[in-house]
């Protein structure tokens, strides 16, 4: 039998319906793949297979009946910032301890209100903190890819899966699920979509309720997938979506069925190049792979045109505002009065401070420390509302793209995956992975990867697409030229299954 | 603004003598008022009081993560009524924002509230203190999350909290700094809790905790500009606002004059002591670090709404209290006392309509309440009812039964229910106005007492005494009048 974790969605959902395998079969490909592969790339903090297990064998007793939902039989990672009912979830922060929610996050239950399994909580930086998964309390994500040695040969030196849905990308690209949930507040779908040559998307604020799902930045969260195609990532994204009385910034608003938009190519799309994401010091092969890009929409049909977005240039220093604000308020429910960690101290204050300085990380506690910093009294004005401003600026220059352009093309980050603690030292260069992608959430808009090519070290680069607001469709029928021209990235040799 | 003339204009009379002249006290009040709503202002759990801890409680108010706030729209309409009551500005956009500080009867780690944009603005209530007529500037009206409770005395080394009112809806009504003396700001709470029971959007229970204010006091010699104020935290009842400022007052005055300077700080009353105690110094104060909460949208309304909301609202104790002195010939006083609660009015309407609307007031302020006050009981468990007392009422009226008859017909309804005048018919109460039946026994009287009526021929108020005889041996039966006629007639008077 062929690999079934090898399989994309649509082939394993074709595959299931064609009863060529059962939902069981499937799982527990992926249930020993991980057994063998997850010791090597540490993707998945929890496994659950019993649970997997559970679920499929509903899902065949479904296949017999007949009565197969969307998602019947798919096996995927969850990311552990999505709660899930009875089963440990930690944002992948010590504060949590062994906390177990009692409810399942709305995306989490769409998907397996659609029929999917999951195989267990994916990985991923501390609360979302972090663009290389180095900041998990359970550890680094390793990357699959590995880059090509002098020799040309592979080096077996560890590269970063980015962040924070470093977890997911691993082990969407080591075929360790079929695909993963993930979240994204300034790039943490995109850039480690891009870094494991997957496809992420990040859709327009307010499409995916947020309900359930561990707070960073609450104006900026949006789940999403991250999937090996691009038709993958639309059967994805229609389960995911939903309209949530519960959440009351997810917007009312019919989810379209993104899977039948794929064929229809950019014919007569209007494409807009930001010169502002020429940005100084940008490498040769990032160009090369954005004008790559540019040819291909333009030889399907597409119109390029070159746009400006002038306030490019401030998104990055206010999104460092606004996020930290925020997750400074949102992280201040883990006191360790009522559930997860707790260190008793002398008194109340001192329990507090103890808890939450063992809880948290360095990374978490530095932003932390910037939002309690940028909401004080007498700075708030500087700092939190002139970020605000900026971020009005910033959605304006999209709004008068809107006028000449239907997409906006991008690159997705200015650099191919690092190696552990290239970055980690220095918190500003690990901020500029954000470069390209902040915008888009301080805009609210939708934005996706898409796999486009290889570094010069063999290592994967993604194309950002960005849309307007609700019209992912746009973006999916673009990727899909966009993926054709280029081809799919699978990672060369399974190295992490050899143990 | 009216305010503005108070602040120039000090009333002698509401001065404070000190050793160095009179001073002049500036009260300003934050009332917290429970929003009446069945859940929370931004979950479905209750709101109902006096249940085993932390049973009214959802994911949301215990702040498990992932959770998101959801608006009850219930509690914004109670907000817009109150507002509308107040005669205040509603603003038909507002935005919660997050109050942040550490405490662990507050699971977000910060309070949803509403800072720079509340969803109402200024309005007004009026006061009448000493017979003078105030009007008391509202600067704002905001609604917030009440927190949750700690309890300290329930085992030797842990505190525990109840959650029950985490989450629960509080309006904060912040009034202008216009009060002049406790007086003032009693009867500013008085009616302030007067309209929200009125209007329906907060029962006022201070026993229950539903309501309490902040009050902030501060003194100055009469002209000069303002004076260093303190800020007497979460006093509830209405006697001890009045204790809390008398005693802060004092207080400010003789740090004063004795050189000292007044502290910018928050106190706490201790009702057992009668006075003020220092709780933290403006050093020690609080950076809330407020920021627009990023899970809520602004909250934003059309004025049709408002207008709905609008003609919906009953009408309110000033424009009753107006109505009743016009259209029923009351007091200012009687018109006071019976709108004072709103079931008080309705009572009292049920009585008089048809009837002589100042014997229906007499009857239900003097009687009613009386007898009520005397047996702790609320109007709404009075024994007998507005029907019944309007039968009452209407037997008098038709002098059918005389005054005092009908205190003792109102003793048998009281206890022992019944259609007053199917009672009066079956008992004959009736009044006896047959003068036949009354000359017998007028003549009675006078056979039985030859030399009363002799020493009556000198002394022409005896008359009294024959009344008082005749009513006796008539069992309190004969119209009054009547007897006089007669007698005076007889006795040549």
Redesign the interface.
């Given at each position: 039998m062929t690999d079934l974790t090898k399989l994309t969605i649509a082939e394993a959902r074709d595959g299931l319906q064609k009863k060529d395998f059962t939902a069981i079969e499937l799982t527990d490909a992926f249930v020993s793949a991980i057994e063998k592969g997850n010791g090597a790339l540490n993707a998945y903090v929890l496994q659950t297979p019993e649970h997997a297990r559970a679920q499929a064998k509903e899902s065949d007793k479904r296949f017999a009946e007949g009565k197969a939902r969307p998602l019947e039989g798919l096996p995927l990672g969850n990311k552990d910032l999505f709660?899930t009912n009875g089963i440990r979830?930690t944002?992948c922060s010590n504060i949590?301890g062994n906390?177990k929610?009692?409810?399942e996050?709305t995306v989490g239950q769409n998907l397996w209100d659609a029929g999917a399994i999951m195989l267990g909580k994916l990985n991923n930086d501390e609360f979302a903190m972090g663009s290389s998964n180095e900041t998990s309390a359970f550890g680094n994500v390793v990357n699959p890819w590995r880059r090509k040695g002098k020799d040309g040969k592979a080096s077996t030196d560890k590269l970063v899966p980015g962040g924070s849905s470093g977890g997911s990308s691993s082990a969407v690209a080591a075929n360790l699920c079929l695909a993963a949930t993930a979240t994204d507040t300034g790039g943490s779908i995109r850039q480690p979509a891009a870094l494991t040559g997957t496809v992420g998307i990040k859709p327009t604020y307010g499409r995916c309720s947020?309900?359930?799902?561990?707070?960073f930045?609450?104006?900026l969260d949006q789940a999403g997938p991250i999937t090996k195609t691009v038709r993958d990532s639309a059967i994805m994204l229609k389960a995911m979506a939903s309209h949530d009385?519960?959440?009351?910034?997810s917007v009312d608003a019919p989810v379209p069925d993104y899977e039948a938009v794929l064929g229809k190519g950019v014919k007569g799309l209007r494409v807009g190049i930001p010169k502002e994401y020429r940005v100084d010091g940008m490498s040769a092969e990032i160009q090369k792979l954005w004008d790559d890009g540019i040819a291909w929409l333009k030889s399907a049909g597409a119109t390029i045109h070159e746009i400006s977005l002038p306030h490019t240039k401030y998104a990055l220093p206010a999104y460092y505002i606004v996020a930290p604000?925020?997750c400074?308020?949102n992280?201040?429910?883990y006191?360790g009065?009522?559930?997860g960690l707790r260190v008793n101290g002398d008194d109340?204050i001192d329990t507090?401070e103890k808890t939450r300085a063992k809880g948290f990380g360095r990374e978490v506690r530095r932003r932390i420390l910037i939002g309690?910093y940028v909401?004080?009294?007498g700075y708030?004005d500087a700092y939190?509302l002139k970020a605000q401003k900026v971020r009005t600026l910033i959605k304006r220059d999209f709004d008068e793209a809107w006028n000449t352009v239907d997409v906006v093309l991008t690159p997705t980050t200015p650099s191919p995956a690092f190696a552990f603690g290239e970055k980690s030292g220095d918190p500003l260069a690990m901020y500029l992975e954000d470069i390209f992608t902040v915008t888009v959430n301080m805009a609210g808009l939708p934005g996706m990867s898409v796999p486009a090519g290889l570094s010069s070290q063999g290592t994967p680069l993604g194309l950002q697409l960005i849309g307007k607001p609700f019209d992912e469709e746009t973006l999916f029928r673009t990727a899909q030229v966009i993926e054709d021209a280029a081809g799919r990235f699978p990672v060369p040799d399974a190295w992490w299954m050899k143990g | 603004m009216s305010s503005q003339k108070i602040a120039e204009k000090p009333t002698s009379k509401n001065l404070i003598a000190g050793a160095t002249g009179d001073w002049e006290v500036i009260i300003g009040l934050e009332v917290h008022a429970q929003v009446a709503s069945k859940s929370k202002l931004f979950s479905g759990s209750s709101t109902g009081f006096g249940a085993e801890p932390n049973s009214h409680v959802s994911?949301v108010d215990?702040?498990?993560?992932?959770?998101?706030?959801?608006?009850n729209r219930e509690c914004i309409a109670q907000a817009i009524r109150t507002g509308l009551g107040l005669k205040a500005q509603i603003n038909l956009k507002s935005v919660f924002d997050?109050k942040?500080y550490?405490y662990?009867d507050l699971?977000?780690?910060?309070q949803i509230s509403q800072y720079k944009q509340p969803i109402v603005g200024e309005g007004e209530i009026e006061i009448e203190v000493d017979g003078e007529l105030l009007k008391i500037g509202v600067e704002r009206l905001h609604l917030e999350q009440d927190a949750g409770k700690s309890l300290h005395d329930q085992h030797p080394d842990y505190s525990y909290?109840d959650l029950n009112r985490s989450g629960v809806a509080l309006m904060e009504i912040v009034s202008r700094p216009d009060l002049r003396s406790s007086k003032q700001a009693q009867a500013y709470v008085t009616k302030l809790r007067t309209i929200l029971r009125y209007l329906g959007t907060s029962d006022g229970d201070m026993e229950k905790g539903n309501l309490r204010a902040d009050v902030n006091v501060s003194v100055r010699k009469p002209g000069d500009k303002l004076g260093t104020r303190c800020e007497i935290k979460n006093v509830n009842s209405i006697r001890f606002i009045g204790q809390a400022i008398e005693y802060e007052a004092r207080r400010q005055i003789d740090i004063i004059e004795d050189g000292g300077k007044i502290n910018q700080e928050t106190r706490l009353f201790d009702s057992g002591k009668g006075e003020t105690r220092s709780m933290r110094s403006k050093e020690e104060a609080h950076?809330y670090?407020?920021?627009p909460d990023?899970?809520?949208?602004p909250l934003e309304f059309t004025q049709s709404y408002v207008d709905e909301l609008q003609s919906g609202l009953p009408e309110l104790p000033d424009e009753k209290r107006a109505r009743f002195m016009k259209s029923f010939g009351l007091s200012g006083y009687d018109a006071d006392v019976l709108v004072a609660e709103r079931s008080s009015a309705d009572y009292f309407e049920t009585v008089a309509k048809g009837r002589d609307g100042k014997l229906a007031a007499n009857w239900v302020i003097n009687e009613l309440f009386g007898r009520l006050n005397k047996e702790g009981k609320a109007i709404e468990d009075s024994p007998v009812s507005a029907g019944q007392l309007g039968g009452i009422v209407d037997l008098i009226g038709s002098n059918a039964i005389s005054g005092k008859i009908a205190k003792d017909l109102f003793e048998i309804v009281w206890t022992e229910g019944g259609d007053p005048a199917d009672i009066v018919e079956k008992r004959g109460m009736k009044q006896v106005t047959d003068t036949g039946a009354i000359e017998k026994a007028v003549d009675a009287v006078i056979a039985a007492n030859p030399d009363k009526v002799e020493q009556a021929k000198a002394k022409p108020s005896m008359l009294g005494w024959f009344v008082g005889q005749v009513m006796k041996s008539t069992g309190g039966k004969a119209n009054p009048a009547a007897v006089n006629d007669i007698l005076k007639a007889k006795l040549g008077l």
């Amino acid at each position: 039998m062929t690999d079934l974790t090898k399989l994309t969605i649509a082939e394993a959902r074709d595959g299931l319906q064609k009863k060529d395998f059962t939902a069981i079969e499937l799982t527990d490909a992926f249930v020993s793949a991980i057994e063998k592969g997850n010791g090597a790339l540490n993707a998945y903090v929890l496994q659950t297979p019993e649970h997997a297990r559970a679920q499929a064998k509903e899902s065949d007793k479904r296949f017999a009946e007949g009565k197969a939902r969307p998602l019947e039989g798919l096996p995927l990672g969850n990311k552990d910032l999505f709660c899930t009912n009875g089963i440990r979830t930690t944002a992948c922060s010590n504060i949590l301890g062994n906390f177990k929610p009692t409810y399942e996050s709305t995306v989490g239950q769409n998907l397996w209100d659609a029929g999917a399994i999951m195989l267990g909580k994916l990985n991923n930086d501390e609360f979302a903190m972090g663009s290389s998964n180095e900041t998990s309390a359970f550890g680094n994500v390793v990357n699959p890819w590995r880059r090509k040695g002098k020799d040309g040969k592979a080096s077996t030196d560890k590269l970063v899966p980015g962040g924070s849905s470093g977890g997911s990308s691993s082990a969407v690209a080591a075929n360790l699920c079929l695909a993963a949930t993930a979240t994204d507040t300034g790039g943490s779908i995109r850039q480690p979509a891009a870094l494991t040559g997957t496809v992420g998307i990040k859709p327009t604020y307010g499409r995916c309720s947020r309900w359930g799902i561990v707070a960073f930045a609450s104006s900026l969260d949006q789940a999403g997938p991250i999937t090996k195609t691009v038709r993958d990532s639309a059967i994805m994204l229609k389960a995911m979506a939903s309209h949530d009385p519960k959440d009351t910034t997810s917007v009312d608003a019919p989810v379209p069925d993104y899977e039948a938009v794929l064929g229809k190519g950019v014919k007569g799309l209007r494409v807009g190049i930001p010169k502002e994401y020429r940005v100084d010091g940008m490498s040769a092969e990032i160009q090369k792979l954005w004008d790559d890009g540019i040819a291909w929409l333009k030889s399907a049909g597409a119109t390029i045109h070159e746009i400006s977005l002038p306030h490019t240039k401030y998104a990055l220093p206010a999104y460092y505002i606004v996020a930290p604000a925020e997750c400074s308020s949102n992280l201040a429910r883990y006191d360790g009065m009522r559930y997860g960690l707790r260190v008793n101290g002398d008194d109340l204050i001192d329990t507090y401070e103890k808890t939450r300085a063992k809880g948290f990380g360095r990374e978490v506690r530095r932003r932390i420390l910037i939002g309690t910093y940028v909401l004080s009294a007498g700075y708030y004005d500087a700092y939190y509302l002139k970020a605000q401003k900026v971020r009005t600026l910033i959605k304006r220059d999209f709004d008068e793209a809107w006028n000449t352009v239907d997409v906006v093309l991008t690159p997705t980050t200015p650099s191919p995956a690092f190696a552990f603690g290239e970055k980690s030292g220095d918190p500003l260069a690990m901020y500029l992975e954000d470069i390209f992608t902040v915008t888009v959430n301080m805009a609210g808009l939708p934005g996706m990867s898409v796999p486009a090519g290889l570094s010069s070290q063999g290592t994967p680069l993604g194309l950002q697409l960005i849309g307007k607001p609700f019209d992912e469709e746009t973006l999916f029928r673009t990727a899909q030229v966009i993926e054709d021209a280029a081809g799919r990235f699978p990672v060369p040799d399974a190295w992490w299954m050899k143990g | 603004m009216s305010s503005q003339k108070i602040a120039e204009k000090p009333t002698s009379k509401n001065l404070i003598a000190g050793a160095t002249g009179d001073w002049e006290v500036i009260i300003g009040l934050e009332v917290h008022a429970q929003v009446a709503s069945k859940s929370k202002l931004f979950s479905g759990s209750s709101t109902g009081f006096g249940a085993e801890p932390n049973s009214h409680v959802s994911l949301v108010d215990a702040a498990m993560p992932g959770m998101l706030p959801v608006i009850n729209r219930e509690c914004i309409a109670q907000a817009i009524r109150t507002g509308l009551g107040l005669k205040a500005q509603i603003n038909l956009k507002s935005v919660f924002d997050r109050k942040n500080y550490f405490y662990p009867d507050l699971p977000q780690g910060y309070q949803i509230s509403q800072y720079k944009q509340p969803i109402v603005g200024e309005g007004e209530i009026e006061i009448e203190v000493d017979g003078e007529l105030l009007k008391i500037g509202v600067e704002r009206l905001h609604l917030e999350q009440d927190a949750g409770k700690s309890l300290h005395d329930q085992h030797p080394d842990y505190s525990y909290v109840d959650l029950n009112r985490s989450g629960v809806a509080l309006m904060e009504i912040v009034s202008r700094p216009d009060l002049r003396s406790s007086k003032q700001a009693q009867a500013y709470v008085t009616k302030l809790r007067t309209i929200l029971r009125y209007l329906g959007t907060s029962d006022g229970d201070m026993e229950k905790g539903n309501l309490r204010a902040d009050v902030n006091v501060s003194v100055r010699k009469p002209g000069d500009k303002l004076g260093t104020r303190c800020e007497i935290k979460n006093v509830n009842s209405i006697r001890f606002i009045g204790q809390a400022i008398e005693y802060e007052a004092r207080r400010q005055i003789d740090i004063i004059e004795d050189g000292g300077k007044i502290n910018q700080e928050t106190r706490l009353f201790d009702s057992g002591k009668g006075e003020t105690r220092s709780m933290r110094s403006k050093e020690e104060a609080h950076d809330y670090r407020y920021f627009p909460d990023p899970d809520l949208l602004p909250l934003e309304f059309t004025q049709s709404y408002v207008d709905e909301l609008q003609s919906g609202l009953p009408e309110l104790p000033d424009e009753k209290r107006a109505r009743f002195m016009k259209s029923f010939g009351l007091s200012g006083y009687d018109a006071d006392v019976l709108v004072a609660e709103r079931s008080s009015a309705d009572y009292f309407e049920t009585v008089a309509k048809g009837r002589d609307g100042k014997l229906a007031a007499n009857w239900v302020i003097n009687e009613l309440f009386g007898r009520l006050n005397k047996e702790g009981k609320a109007i709404e468990d009075s024994p007998v009812s507005a029907g019944q007392l309007g039968g009452i009422v209407d037997l008098i009226g038709s002098n059918a039964i005389s005054g005092k008859i009908a205190k003792d017909l109102f003793e048998i309804v009281w206890t022992e229910g019944g259609d007053p005048a199917d009672i009066v018919e079956k008992r004959g109460m009736k009044q006896v106005t047959d003068t036949g039946a009354i000359e017998k026994a007028v003549d009675a009287v006078i056979a039985a007492n030859p030399d009363k009526v002799e020493q009556a021929k000198a002394k022409p108020s005896m008359l009294g005494w024959f009344v008082g005889q005749v009513m006796k041996s008539t069992g309190g039966k004969a119209n009054p009048a009547a007897v006089n006629d007669i007698l005076k007639a007889k006795l040549g008077l």
